[in-house]
C-alpha cells in the first residue's frame, strides 16, 4: 500500500488513556427519536451523561450512513462516501456507539453492520441526526464518570476527533481505561500494553476505529481505509484475541479475528477497556 502520511506534525504521544469507571446500564432507545438524542436521552435517564453501547437489532424507521471513502486531496488521508440511506426500514444488526460531547452537545459516534427489508447488508457510519429510531428498544451497554470523550480538532490528521479528557471523581475506584490510539499505532499490541500497564486483567474491549487495511487471521480487506467494530477478545496477558468487522471504501465487509502486529490504526481509533471482565 501507499504509505500513509497525515498532513500534520505528529503528536509525540502516540496515545491518549485516561482511568474511569464504567457502570454497567441497561438503557431504552425510545420510538421516534433521531438515534443521537435517543442515546443521549438513554444515558440521562440512568444519571449518566458519557459511555458506551452494544447495539443488537435496532429497528429503525430511517438510517443513514457513510462509508471509507478515498482522500479528497485537501491533504486528509482518506474521507466519507456520499450518504446512503437503508430503503424502507431497517435494522442495525450489530454496532457499538461512543457518547460524548462535541460543541459543548451530546454527540455520538456509531459503526455498525445493519439491512433493509431486503436482507441487503452494507457496513459503515451512522449517521446519527438523520437516523430514526422505529421501536423502543432496550440496549446494554456502559456508563461512564471519571473520563469522557470530547470532539476537537486534531493537529496530526486534521479530522475533529474524540479524545478521552477528565471529568468529576467517580464516587468509586476506577475499573476502566478510555483510550484513543493515534496513527500507526497497532491496534492489538497498543490496547495489550495499555490493558498490562493500567488495568487488571482479563480486560474487555469495546469500541470502534479505522485502520490502514484490516488483516484477520484468515483473511484481509485491502481497501487502504476501513473502519471496524470491534466484536469481541480481550487485551492483555494471555487474553482472548481481538474480533472485529470491517468496512473498506469499495463497501466490501468482513469479520473475523484480528492479526497481531499487522492492523496499525489509520486515524483513530476509540476504546474501552473495562477491568475485571
Same mark, same amino acid.
Given at each position: 500500500?501507499?504509505?500513509?502520511?497525515?498532513?500534520?506534525?505528529?503528536?509525540? %504521544?502516540?496515545?491518549?488513556?485516561?482511568?474511569?469507571?464504567?457502570?454497567? &446500564?441497561?438503557?431504552? $432507545?425510545?420510538?421516534? !427519536?433521531?438515534?443521537?438524542?435517543?442515546?443521549?436521552?438513554?444515558?440521562?435517564?440512568?444519571?449518566?451523561?458519557?459511555?458506551?453501547?452494544?447495539?443488537?437489532?435496532? #429497528?429503525?424507521?430511517? !438510517?443513514?450512513?457513510? /462509508?471509507?471513502?478515498? %482522500? #479528497?486531496?485537501?491533504?486528509?488521508?482518506?474521507?466519507?462516501?456520499?450518504?446512503?440511506? %437503508?430503503?424502507?426500514?431497517?435494522?442495525?444488526? @450489530?454496532?457499538?456507539?461512543?457518547?460524548?460531547?462535541?460543541?459543548?452537545?451530546?454527540?455520538?459516534?456509531?459503526?455498525?453492520?445493519?439491512?433493509?427489508p431486503d436482507g @441487503?447488508?452494507?457496513?459503515?457510519?451512522? $449517521?446519527?441526526?438523520?437516523?430514526?429510531?422505529?421501536?423502543?428498544?432496550? &440496549?446494554?451497554?456502559?456508563?461512564?464518570?471519571?473520563?469522557?470523550?470530547?470532539?476537537?480538532?486534531?493537529?496530526?490528521?486534521?479530522?475533529?476527533?474524540?479524545?478521552?479528557?477528565?471529568?468529576?471523581?467517580?464516587?468509586?475506584?476506577?475499573?476502566? !481505561? !478510555?483510550? /484513543?490510539?493515534? #496513527?500507526?499505532?497497532?491496534?492489538?499490541?497498543?490496547?495489550?500494553?495499555?490493558?498490562?500497564?493500567? &488495568?487488571?486483567?482479563?480486560?474487555?474491549?469495546?469500541?470502534?476505529?479505522?485502520?490502514?487495511? @484490516?488483516?484477520?487471521?484468515?483473511?484481509?480487506?485491502?481497501?487502504?481505509?476501513?473502519?471496524?467494530?470491534?466484536?469481541?477478545?480481550?487485551?492483555?496477558?494471555?487474553?482472548?484475541?481481538?474480533?472485529?468487522?470491517?468496512?473498506?471504501?469499495?463497501?466490501?465487509y468482513g469479520w473475523?479475528?484480528?492479526?497481531?502486529?499487522?492492523?496499525?490504526? $489509520?486515524?483513530?481509533?476509540?476504546?474501552?477497556?473495562?477491568?475485571?471482565?
Amino acid at each position: 500500500m501507499t504509505p500513509i502520511v497525515h498532513p500534520g506534525p505528529a503528536h509525540s %504521544a502516540r496515545h491518549v488513556a485516561l482511568p474511569c469507571h464504567a457502570r454497567r &446500564v441497561s438503557i431504552t $432507545l425510545r420510538e421516534g !427519536l433521531r438515534f443521537g438524542e435517543a442515546v443521549a436521552q438513554g444515558f440521562a435517564e440512568q444519571g449518566a451523561k458519557a459511555g458506551y453501547l452494544r447495539l443488537c437489532n435496532i #429497528p429503525m424507521k430511517r !438510517l443513514c450512513f457513510v /462509508m471509507p471513502a478515498p %482522500a #479528497p486531496g485537501d491533504g486528509h488521508v482518506a474521507w466519507y462516501s456520499d450518504t446512503h440511506e %437503508a430503503p424502507g426500514a431497517a435494522v442495525i444488526e @450489530t454496532g457499538g456507539t461512543h457518547l460524548g460531547l462535541r460543541d459543548g452537545a451530546p454527540f455520538t459516534h456509531t459503526h455498525g453492520l445493519w439491512h433493509g427489508p431486503d436482507g @441487503t447488508r452494507h457496513a459503515g457510519h451512522l $449517521l446519527p441526526d438523520s437516523s430514526v429510531i422505529a421501536g423502543d428498544t432496550q &440496549v446494554e451497554g456502559w456508563a461512564l464518570t471519571g473520563a469522557h470523550l470530547v470532539a476537537r480538532p486534531d493537529p496530526e490528521t486534521q479530522f475533529t476527533l474524540f479524545t478521552p479528557e477528565p471529568t468529576e471523581a467517580p464516587d468509586t475506584p476506577p475499573n476502566a !481505561l !478510555l483510550c /484513543m490510539l493515534r #496513527p500507526h499505532e497497532d491496534i492489538t499490541r497498543a490496547l495489550d500494553m495499555l490493558a498490562d500497564t493500567h &488495568v487488571s486483567t482479563p480486560v474487555k474491549v469495546e469500541g470502534i476505529g479505522s485502520l490502514i487495511g @484490516t488483516h484477520f487471521e484468515t483473511s484481509a480487506i485491502s481497501s487502504y481505509a476501513t473502519e471496524v467494530l470491534l466484536t469481541g477478545g480481550q487485551a492483555g496477558g494471555n487474553a482472548d484475541p481481538l474480533e472485529a468487522l470491517s468496512v473498506g471504501i469499495d463497501g466490501g465487509y468482513g469479520w473475523g479475528v484480528l492479526r497481531k502486529g499487522e492492523n496499525p490504526v $489509520l486515524v483513530t481509533a476509540e476504546v474501552l477497556l473495562i477491568g475485571g471482565s
